[in-house]
């Protein structure tokens, strides 16, 4: 079965550094995995996604996720960080169940992200 | 604007009440989901329809109820709803239910039972 640690419920930086979000992931086969994020009484919106091509994913808005299948990680980054980017994101994996073969989209408990001035 | 459009945006209701959630995309996706999103709890899956089929139903209580009449538009009926069902509901679609599909999201009907 597939889970997703998101190791940090909070993350405080400073406008202008540098921005990680950390996100480790378990996965009986080879999973998809996606950072989605979700602004103040919105919906979520998907930032970038790997799918088993380039393990470097460019996503919107300057950020960038890599896919580390030693270290079972796809942390999320971004060089310097706007206020705007002041939000909630959630790492989610997906991949192929071992019966049916349908899919299922495994969401992380969030990370909130304040950005200070 | 992802394409994905929930109404109510806000809900208000007693428990006794009866009241049904919508959710409209129009961008040809052929699967359609229905989200809980609660406070400190990571989202929770509730139904899945493919083809307008539902697909899958992840132990939800029966005081909710599901409808997909075409591809286009996905209801959630809510009766004799407690207290701790106050949460975000979140639509979802994908073009199909293949992983590497990602999901758009409409932008939730927070509803609140009195």
């Known amino acids: 079965a597939q889970s997703v640690t998101q190791l940090d419920s909070h993350v405080s930086v400073s406008e202008g550094t540098p921005v990680l979000l950390r996100c480790n992931y378990s996965?009986?086969?080879?999973?998809?995995l996606f950072w989605y994020v979700q602004h103040p009484n919105k919906g979520l919106q998907l930032l970038l996604k790997?799918?088993?091509?380039?393990?470097l994913v460019k996503g919107i808005n300057g950020f960038e996720a890599e896919f580390k299948k030693s270290e079972t990680s796809f942390h999320l980054t971004k060089p310097s960080a706007h206020m705007s980017d002041a939000a909630e994101y959630f790492c989610?994996?997906?991949?192929?169940?071992?019966?049916?073969?349908?899919?299922?989209?495994?969401f992380g408990k969030g990370t909130k992200l304040t950005v200070n001035p | 604007e992802t394409g994905v459009t929930q109404t109510p945006r806000h809900l208000v209701m007693g428990m006794t009440n009866k009241k049904s959630l919508k959710c409209e995309q129009h961008?040809?996706?052929?699967?359609m989901y229905w989200y809980k999103q609660s406070a400190k709890k990571p989202l929770e899956l509730m139904f899945v329809?493919?083809?307008?089929?539902?697909?899958e139903n992840n132990s939800v209580p029966s005081r909710f109820s599901p409808e997909c009449p075409n591809s286009s538009h996905l209801f959630l009926h809510l009766h004799t709803l407690q207290p701790e069902d106050s949460a975000l509901y979140l639509c979802?679609?994908?073009?199909?239910?293949?992983?590497?599909?990602?999901?758009?999201f409409g932008q939730g009907t927070r509803l609140t039972v009195v």
């Open positions: 979802a679609s994908s073009q199909d239910r293949a992983s590497n599909t990602e999901a758009f």
């Open positions: 996965s009986s086969y080879s999973p998809s």
């Open positions: 961008l040809g996706h052929n699967a």
């Open positions: 329809y493919s083809l307008e089929e539902r697909v």
């Open positions: 989610v994996v997906s991949d192929l169940r071992l019966q049916g073969g349908s899919e299922k989209l495994v």
């Open positions: 790997y799918t088993s091509a380039a393990t």
